[in-house]
Every structure is written in structure tokens, then in C-alpha cells.
């Protein structure tokens, strides 16, 4: 089992940053990968970026050099650093862990809202 507590949302202006944390804990102390998910109202979960234990990472297209993802495996925390924030940015963003073990085990945080006004 793993728990998943994501922190550092909040309001921002357009152009702006906001650092996205998440801390892992629970009985796994080997996280295969983390990443960072966000949801609008009505629509889906989609990719925001991931990252393995071994540090490769995936972005999602809009997001690309204005978001960077880290992780600190020795804590099981990722982070987030978002700049160049801009209002289509606005969501709630959650941390999610992935364990491969027989079967891929997901877990998910309860999410942190960013909202980046115009």
C-alpha cells in the first residue's frame, strides 16, 4: 500500500511558477515510477509527466519546456516545478505512483487545485 500527499498548489498569475510536491509513504519502499496527472471539470486525467526510478522522464507536449519533473528516490517524493504558468494550466493535479510488481499497482493522491489567472 501506498499513500500519496501532493502540496504547493495554489493561485498564480499568468507567466508565473508553482512547485508541485508529493511525499510517498506507506509499506513499498520501492516506487517503480511517479508522475504528475491533472483533471479539468468534466474531462479526463490526462498525462502531465512521469518519471522512473531510474530518472527517465515523459512530458506531455504542452507542457514541454516550461515543466520539469524530479524525484528523490531515497524519500519516495516528486516534484513538479512549473513555470511559465499559463490559465490553461488550471486544474487539479495529482501524484500518482506505479509499482511493478505480478501486476502494475496504481496509486493515486487525493490532488492539489492550481489555478493560474489571466
Not at 519516495?76 to 500518482?96: F, H, I, R, S, W
Not at 509499482?99 to 487545485?113: D, H, I, P, V
Request: net charge neutral; charged share 20%; proline share 2%.
Amino acid at each position: 500500500q501506498v499513500q500519496l500527499v501532493e502540496s504547493g498548489g495554489g493561485l498564480v498569475q499568468t507567466g508565473g511558477s508553482l512547485r508541485l510536491s508529493c511525499a510517498a509513504s506507506g509499506s513499498a519502499q520501492v516506487i517503480d515510477a511517479m508522475g504528475w496527472y491533472r483533471q479539468d471539470p468534466g474531462k479526463e486525467r490526462d498525462l502531465v509527466a512521469h518519471i522512473t526510478r531510474d530518472g527517465v522522464t515523459e512530458y506531455a507536449d504542452s507542457v514541454k519546456g516550461r515543466f520539469t519533473i524530479s524525484r528523490y528516490n531515497a524519500n519516495n517524493t516528486v516534484y513538479l516545478q512549473m513555470n511559465g504558468l499559463k490559465p490553461e494550466d488550471t486544474a487539479v493535479y495529482y501524484c500518482n505512483a506505479e509499482l511493478y510488481r505480478s501486476a502494475t499497482e496504481l496509486y493515486w493522491g487525493k490532488g492539489t487545485l492550481v489555478t493560474v489567472s489571466s
